[in-house]
């Protein structure tokens, strides 16, 4: 993922820089198992949420797997078994018909591209993933997806939800000053082959700021966004457990400016709040905010509120400078809901060690409960979520998924915590313990 530093670009070029028919360099696969880790949960003094009563502590087994070279993998279960996935800034790998294989390259940052391919848009990753076994998937590349990048430096992938064998494809433009508004949603109906009538234009935003985004020479003013990049929360296959037919979203953001070191405003990496809307999935209404809603906090009584003027939405949670990339699936075993967030790193460069947690509830709406904040995790993980097609019986066992360490030149080194962790589409094997007070079976 390059992010403006120069050895991040220098980096990708490299990993994408093979030509087609070369051998499976790419996709080295990393599976090597490691003893048991208990992570040790470490979250910060101000951290808002109160320990899980049910669910605490993760343990990784130590069964794991790599796949590709390339980030930002968040997979959807679709209705013909598979998972469909966008990612970025690397190479993946596609076999033709004459058995041969070819690397299909996705860049996100305009000044790689204009270096390695000679152009000043970006590209964002289309992916098929195909498996039962987290061990043993085949991933191989579609078409990637031209997205101009306009003013920004970047267009990058959010969350894509396949739903009745139609993906919708979020993307969300970025510079060095910030994030700008999330852009909108791609359309494909043929499974990522062709995309039509989507959203592609950075400069009309489906969610624009109040104040705004763009000056009067039409460049970026990088104010507050609330809604960076959104997330859909995992349902299932074919979005089977919505409890209403409705796609659910999962956005954080802030409503403070880049204040130095004070605060660093809406980013990519790191925000202030989460954020929750819901849509009737199509794509008549996947780019329509009249057809959105937005959770607007609870009332009196503690039920839900909704409502359709985003201007009323309010956090879902809040951490100050705690609130990255966010996402969340509903565990049928356990019967809640569970979220990953990251926490980026506020230096200047953006390029040392993440941290992750995870929270869970009973309802969408919360309130939610800590069940572990593992402190440099990767050491730099980013865009964590567990898939709900590896999810076990019980609940307690998952896998999962995130990318690890773009920061490649930084000193100290980044290390692979836990070991195989690299830039890459990880899947790792976890258990989730059980708190003291609980002695459910």
């Known amino acids: ?192 082959l062709t995309w039509t009538g989507g959203r592609n234009d950075a400069t009309d935003p489906l969610f624009p700021t109040t104040e705004p985004f763009l000056d009067e020479e039409g460049l970026p003013t990088y104010v507050p966004v609330r809604i960076v990049e959104p997330f859909f929360v995992d349902f299932g296959k074919n979005q089977e457990h919505s409890p209403d037919g409705k796609a659910y979203l999962l956005a954080h953001g802030s409503t403070q400016p880049a204040d130095g070191e004070a605060h660093h405003g809406s980013h990519w990496h790191i925000g202030d709040q989460a954020y929750l809307l819901r849509v009737t999935p199509s794509p008549e209404t996947i780019n329509d905010e009249a057809a959105y809603e937005f959770f607007g906090g609870h009332d009196g009584e503690g039920q839900p509120l909704w409502t359709s003027k985003r201007a009323e939405m309010k956090p879902l949670f809040e951490w100050g400078g705690h609130v990255g990339p966010t996402t969340m699936v509903w565990n049928p075993g356990l019967q809640r809901f569970l979220a990953c967030a990251v926490v980026g790193e506020t230096g200047e460069g953006q390029h040392g060690r993440y941290d992750t947690y995870l929270l869970e509830s009973e309802a969408i709406t919360g309130p939610w409960k800590l069940v572990v904040y593992m402190e440099h995790f990767g050491e730099q993980g980013y865009f964590v979520n567990v898939p709900s097609k590896f999810l076990s019986e019980d609940g307690r066992t998952a896998w999962l998924c995130y990318a690890a360490n773009f920061g490649i030149g930084v000193t100290p080194t980044l290390k692979s915590i836990p070991p195989g962790s690299r830039y890459a589409m990880n899947l790792h094997e976890f258990r989730l313990g059980r708190a003291a007070a609980d002695t459910k079976d």
């Open 1 to 192: 993922m390059t992010r403006y530093a120069p050895h991040n670009l220098v980096a990708v070029l490299i990993l994408t820089a093979v030509a087609p028919g070369s051998a499976r360099t790419q996709e080295a696969q990393d599976s090597e198992a490691y003893a048991p880790i208990a992570w040790p949960s470490q979250p910060p003094a101000s951290c808002p949420f109160p320990p899980s009563e049910d669910v605490a502590g993760m343990t990784f087994t130590g069964r794991h797997r790599e796949y590709t070279m390339a980030d930002c993998w968040n997979p959807s279960w679709a209705s013909d078994g598979n998972l469909y996935s966008c990612y970025s800034d690397g190479a993946v790998e596609n076999v033709l018909p004459d058995g041969s294989v070819e690397l299909v390259h996705a860049i996100g940052n305009k000044v790689a591209n204009v270096a390695q391919l000679k152009r000043d848009d970006a590209d964002n990753g289309v992916g098929k993933i195909v498996g039962d076994d987290p061990l043993d998937l085949t991933v191989t590349a579609l078409p990637p997806v031209k997205t101009p990048v306009g003013p920004y430096h970047s267009r990058y992938p959010s969350g894509s939800l396949v739903h009745d064998g139609i993906w919708y494809y979020g993307t969300h433009p970025e510079g060095p000053g910030g994030a700008g508004p999330f852009t909108g949603f791609l359309v494909s109906r043929d499974l990522g």
